[in-house]
């Protein structure tokens, strides 16, 4: 099945510790997403990638960080820097990055707990 | 900067009743407008994408429309049914590449029996 998997769906550490959440997809798309998404609120960008090796902060980077070293993953590190890490986070892929129309979809989502 | 609303934040309508859900934007200028669904706990679900020299698109019960100028879509559901019941989100793409998308915060839809 073709799709985007995130793991694990539920994460919980302790204040002051970095936390990496996986994305992998398999639809062989160039462009990947990050977001958040709290209660309440729409979801807000993070990061996202284009191409492999290249990515660009999104609307609330800080506290966060990327790599991008493979076309089908796009891991995403939540650092202490982070005020408010507990949230929903989810990735998506998408193709034509560069131009208009790149349908989004979306993974299952990783809840993430800051204790 | 480009702001998404989405009014009503909850509905609750009786099975078989069409119904409409509103989105509305500010900033015209966009590339797209995606609609999407989500179950709690879940991830998101596409539902419809028009591209933005669209006026609507249609998949089996579900109708958007798109009018930029007025800076508004609508996703348009026929005889609902209890398994539509779920979060409707309206997300708009930016002007500027990378295909970014503004989400609204969602109309929370029940289809009760």
């Known amino acids: 099945d073709g799709g985007i998997t995130q793991s694990p769906k539920y994460l919980f550490r302790k204040e002051g510790q970095n936390v990496t959440l996986s994305c992998e997809q398999n639809l062989n798309h160039d462009a990947m997403y990050w977001y958040r998404q709290d209660p309440g609120q729409g979801l807000r960008l993070i990061y996202y990638s284009q191409i492999v090796n290249d990515f660009q902060k999104g609307d609330i980077a800080e506290g966060y960080s990327v790599s991008r070293e493979k076309k089908e993953s796009f891991p995403l590190t939540v650092t202490s820097a982070q005020k408010n890490p507990t949230a929903f986070y989810l990735c998506a892929s998408s193709t034509n990055p560069g131009l208009a129309g790149g349908e989004q979809y979306f993974g299952p989502g990783t809840r993430l707990t800051v204790t | ?113």
């Open chain 2, 1 to 113: 900067k480009q702001e998404v609303t989405q009014i009503p934040a909850a509905l609750s309508v009786p099975e078989g009743e069409n119904l409409v859900l509103n989105c509305s934007f500010t900033d015209s200028a966009i590339y797209n407008l995606q609609w999407f669904r989500q179950d709690p706990g879940k991830g998101l679900t596409s539902l419809l994408l028009i591209q933005s020299s669209q006026r609507e698109q249609t998949s089996g019960r579900l109708n958007a429309s798109l009018d930029k100028s007025s800076g508004r879509s609508t996703l348009y559901i026929a005889a609902s049914q209890p398994g539509d019941s779920a979060t409707y989100l309206c997300a708009v793409g930016r002007v500027g590449g990378g295909n970014k998308l503004t989400f609204g915060t969602g109309t929370q839809l029940k289809v009760e029996l």
